[in-house]
């Protein structure tokens, strides 16, 4: 038992807001790795599948509440990863707004980052992981960061932007994820541009490898 969890892989879980760079935080800690030993795995790959509701009702989900995702799946996922087992994850068809028929098979590798906006809103999801980083921006980046993206990316109008960030992003970021900051054991200011966050993110990860013997 103790030898399997000294093993173990480990986890990062990298949270906070939409727009708030937290995907620009976990890229940061993966370049610090050689890409065999260190994965991402998305919080987004597990939205629920809705594949049995007709597609006006699939428009009305709220893809930032904790019940829009499929959390069970996520932590059974986690654990075969754990356990050194692949697994084959789900994609998400945002057109269709329902899980893919595709999934993407991924190999278990020695350091996992867990990446989205509400990773620490459940505890058995804490409870796997050995760092919780939460990115701390302020409301007024990320919805430009956010206005920036949806129009240049997604092909969204200003106003489309503007009304889900007011109506629904901001409400559910108050209510469900900025209360999670108080669970983690790094706030992150300034996502990926904190370079000094970055370095002791990735020392703190090299030294949890070397305890548990693996070579990264």
């Known amino acids: ?28 800690i993966l370049n610090h790795f050689p890409k065999h030993a260190i994965m991402m795995l998305e919080q987004d ?14 428009l009305e989900t709220n893809y930032d509440h904790p019940f829009a995702f499929d959390t069970d799946l996520l932590i059974s996922h986690l654990e075969k990863l754990l356990n050194y087992e692949a697994i084959d994850k789900p994609v998400y068809d945002y057109a269709a707004h329902t899980r893919s028929k595709e999934v ?14 509400l990773i620490l809103e459940d505890k058995r999801l804490r409870d796997l992981m050995d760092i919780k980083v939460y990115v701390d921006t302020d409301d007024d980046i990320r919805i430009i960061r956010r206005i920036k993206r949806d129009i240049q990316e997604r092909g969204r109008t200003l106003d489309s932007v503007i009304d889900q960030y007011l109506s629904v992003v901001k409400p559910m970021y108050h209510q469900f994820i900025e209360p999670t900051k108080r669970y983690a054991d790094i706030i992150v200011p300034e996502g990926g541009e904190n370079k000094v ?20």
């Open 1 to 28: 038992m103790g030898e399997n969890f000294s093993k173990r892989p480990i986890i990062i879980g990298v949270t906070g807001g939409s727009g708030s760079g937290k995907t620009s935080v976990s890229r940061a």
């Open 104 to 117: 993407y098979h991924q190999e278990p590798k020695e350091v996992i980052i867990l990446e989205g906006i």
């Open 45 to 58: 790959s597990y939205y629920k599948d809705q594949s049995n509701m007709p597609f006006e009702k699939r």
């Open 197 to 216: 966050a970055i370095d002791l993110i990735a020392t703190k990860v090299a030294s949890i490898l070397r305890m548990r013997g693996l070579e990264i």
